[in-house]
């Protein structure tokens, strides 16, 4: 399976502006290219090479190759989206292959710049030393937070598939994160007031409005999506170490109810639930299939409706948020134990929504690496 590395670089201050010019100066040759590209409906590498590779070299000074990547990275923009002409901002990822970009050992890269090669030193944590070495020929710069980073694809050996004995449903909520089967909970309750703690001094910072309050809310909300990636690569951990030690394979919702399912949809809260059952899903995805554990999608219609013992299904069986007590068969209930056993028992849909990683979109430069980010 694929998945990305991020890797910090350290560059001194004359490296860190040879990058940061490379990048506007590649960034702005691109939207030279866009616009001939544009101009002409054209998305093909070949006619466009032909047609600006001279040019561009020329008016941007720019290298052979990189020249070629930046055709590249304007036909792949433009293919994705004919209706308009892309534009790309002086940060935009630089993309390199093996020939402009390679490592040092384990403690520098060497990466062509407008300033000629330079070899940068780099910062890796264990995982990454761990798995140096197997990434494929591309590699993407970018810049987040005044921060360079190298992102590169990199293929993670899997475990062969447990055939698995039975499976444990997991129900994901807002309260509770994550509520297993068997009666296992993840509360929501330290996220959640951690976000509620940074709503309140986003209210007040935005209100503010000067330059170094937009600076603290920048930290705010790294400080919130890291916590938040935190707590889900703990749970899903847990949940996946629990499958394999029992032999069993994981259930979830198709993700796209859940976000349907959450009552507040439009508010901060929603959005953000939603994006963290989507990262959650993704986390335990992704895990499960490193250790060979199986993981099956059901359909999520009235599964915290239904009573677990006799299957009669009702809204009234739901009496609060964390209470169930069926109408018909009087059983009693922790509602998302409830929900979780009718995951568990449901047969599973064909094709699963989610992405088996955190975010596959290298080519969307768009997007942020820390979103890409997995460690654990
Ligand atoms: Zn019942």
Not at 36 to 58: G, H, I, N, T, W
Not at 72 to 81: H, M, N
Not at 164 to 173: A, R, S
Request: overall charge positive.
């Amino acid at each position: 399976m694929k998945t990305v590395l991020q890797i910090k670089l350290l560059p001194d201050a004359a490296q860190y502006a040879a990058l940061k010019d490379t990048m506007r100066v590649f960034n702005e040759a691109c939207n030279c290219i866009a616009e001939v590209a544009f101009r002409e409906q054209c998305a093909s590498k070949f006619v466009l090479q032909k047609q600006m590779y001279d040019p561009v070299r020329k008016q941007f000074g720019l290298s052979a190759q990189l020249t070629i990547r930046a055709i590249a990275k304007v036909v792949d923009a433009y293919k994705r989206d004919k209706s308009k002409q892309c534009f790309f901002k002086p940060a935009g990822a630089v993309v390199y292959d093996q020939r402009i970009l390679s490592f040092k050992g384990l403690e520098a890269v060497s990466i062509l710049t407008v300033q000629g090669r330079l070899t940068v030193a780099m910062q890796m944590g264990d995982y990454q030393r761990l798995h140096m070495g197997r990434g494929h020929g591309q590699a993407d710069l970018v810049l987040v937070d005044g921060v360079f980073y190298v992102l590169v694809v990199i293929e993670t050996p899997t475990a062969p598939s447990i055939d698995p004995n039975g499976f444990i449903g997991v129900d994901l909520g807002i309260v509770q994160i994550a509520s297993d089967s068997d009666g296992e909970s993840f509360s929501g309750e330290a996220v959640e007031n951690t976000r509620r703690r940074y709503h309140e001094l986003r209210k007040a910072l935005q209100a503010n409005g000067s330059r170094s309050a937009r600076r603290h809310l920048q930290r705010i909300r790294r400080n919130e999506s890291r916590f938040r990636r935190n707590q889900n690569h703990v749970i899903s951990r847990k949940l996946v170490e629990k499958a394999k030690d029992t032999g069993r394979g994981i259930k979830l919702e198709q993700l796209k109810y859940i976000r349907e399912r959450t009552t507040v949809r439009k508010s901060d809260r929603a959005k953000h639930s939603g994006w963290s059952f989507f990262q959650l899903q993704s986390f335990i995805e992704y895990k499960a299939k490193r250790e060979g554990v199986a993981v099956q999608y059901v359909n999520p219609r009235n599964t915290s409706r239904q009573c677990a013992a006799c299957g009669h299904t009702e809204k009234a069986n739901r009496k609060t948020q964390s209470r169930f007590q069926c109408v018909a068969c009087g059983r009693v209930a922790n509602a998302d134990q409830n929900a979780a056993i009718n995951i568990a028992a449901r047969a599973h849909v064909n094709k699963p929504i989610v992405a088996c990683n955190d975010d596959n979109g290298l080519s969307e430069h768009s997007r942020k690496p820390r979103r890409l980010r997995q460690g654990n």
